[in-house]
Nanobody
Framework: QAQLRESGGGSVQAGGSLTLSCAGS????????MAWFRQIPGKEREGVAA???????TYTDSVKGRFTIAQDSAKNTLYLQMNSLKPEDSAMYYC????????????????????WGQGTQVTVSS
């Protein structure tokens, strides 16, 4: 029932910034956990950032200090502000939401999420 749709991806030079958005629809209930993941061809999906309904956030080490996850519950929208982008940040970025989180809300696993978006491509050139 719940649907997520990412936007804001594109091409940017190294050192630049992008803001990704994830708009939710088809639900009015609170999500315990929302998160951003990314994936490049030939590699497993990687957790980037996660945030609980009450605003506690977690980041993978490679983006800490450069990326910021935020949410606007009133708009059912999740954001990922990405600064100081590097070529290794290039990937398809996905957002995910978990209605009732039975494990910690972090970037360690892709399992258990209630809904996934279709992804938005981010390409960082050197």
């Amino acid at each position: 029932q719940a649907q997520l749709r990412e936007s804001g991806g594109g091409s940017v030079q190294a050192g630049g910034s992008l803001t990704l958005s994830c708009a939710g629809s088809g639900y009015t209930y609170r999500m315990d956990c929302m998160a951003w993941f990314r994936q490049i061809p030939g590699k497993e999906r990687e957790g980037v950032a996660a945030i609980t309904f009450d605003g506690n956030s977690t980041y993978t080490d490679s983006v800490k200090g450069r990326f910021t996850i935020a949410q606007d519950s009133a708009k059912n929208t999740l954001y990922l502000q990405m600064n100081s982008l590097k070529p290794e940040d290039s990937a398809m970025y996905y957002c995910a939401a978990d209605r009732i989180r039975r494990t910690p809300c972090n970037t360690e696993t892709t399992r258990g999420y209630h809904a996934w978006g279709q992804g938005t491509q981010v390409t960082v050139s050197s």
